[in-house]
Structures are given as C-alpha cells and as structure tokens.
C-alpha cells in the first residue's frame, strides 16, 4: 500500500511541475548584457516600454528597436527609422522573433531567428539592473 501511495504522490506532483510556465515577466524591462564570445562582441541591452536600444563594443553608435510582445515569453523587434537611416543596409522589412526558452535567477535563454535571414542564433542574456 505504501508504494502505492508513493506512486500516485510522484505522479501528481509530476504533473504540477510539467504544467508550470516560465516567469518572463521580470526580464520584459531593464538594462541587460551579452557575453562577447562564440564570435559575437559584447552588447549592452536597455529595454523600456516599446522601446530597446543595443550598444555593441566595438561599434559606433546605438540601434533602437521597437519591441513587441506576442506573449510573456515571445517579442519581435523592428528597427526604428532611425536605425534604417544609420544601418542603410539593414533590410526594411526585417523582424527578430525572440523567443525566451529558459529563466534563471538573473539571466535568461534566448533564441532569435529573422524573417529575412536563415538564421537562428541563441544567446544568454543577463540582467544588470
């Protein structure tokens, strides 16, 4: 009977910890940094409202994106006019998916990929403040 009860204790508490969803909600707005590594340099995130800005070391100049949320894990981000007119090559039309795959306690898993681009890359995005 014991291992009975076991068993169905296990099961129940399983199927609690499968039906849990990732708390994005803390990383939606503040200042964020990426690790220079795997042949991409270091860059600064600061992300409010509708609105990321992305220094990259190195680089001249901020991109400003505008951020929209499709739910609490998932965003798009579109350059601004002001990034097309500094980034001419950069396509119009371009979207980033960004879909936050893993959260830690002050970092999370990123995977981007871009409608124009046959890309898929995957970061860890750490918050700073």
């Not at 399983?14 to 707005?29: N, R």
């Not at 950069?90 to 980033?96: C, D, E, Q």
Request: a positive charge; one cysteine or more.
């Amino acid at each position: 009977m014991k291992p009975l009860i076991c068993l169905i204790l296990f099961i129940l508490s399983s199927s609690c910890l499968i039906g849990q969803e990732m708390d994005c909600k803390k990383f939606k707005e503040g200042t964020f940094k990426t690790i220079q590594g795997n042949g991409f340099p270091e860059t600064t995130i600061r992300r409010k409202g509708n609105i990321q800005k992305e220094k990259t070391q190195g680089k001249k100049g901020t991109s400003e994106l505008t951020v929209k949320w499709i739910d609490d894990c998932t965003y798009t981000l579109t350059p601004t006019e002001k990034t097309l007119k500094e980034s001419p090559t950069l396509p119009k039309n371009m979207v980033l998916t960004v879909k936050i795959t893993e959260v830690k306690e002050h970092s999370y898993i990123q995977t981007t990929s871009c409608n124009v681009f046959d890309l898929i890359m995957t970061f860890e995005i750490y918050k700073i403040k």
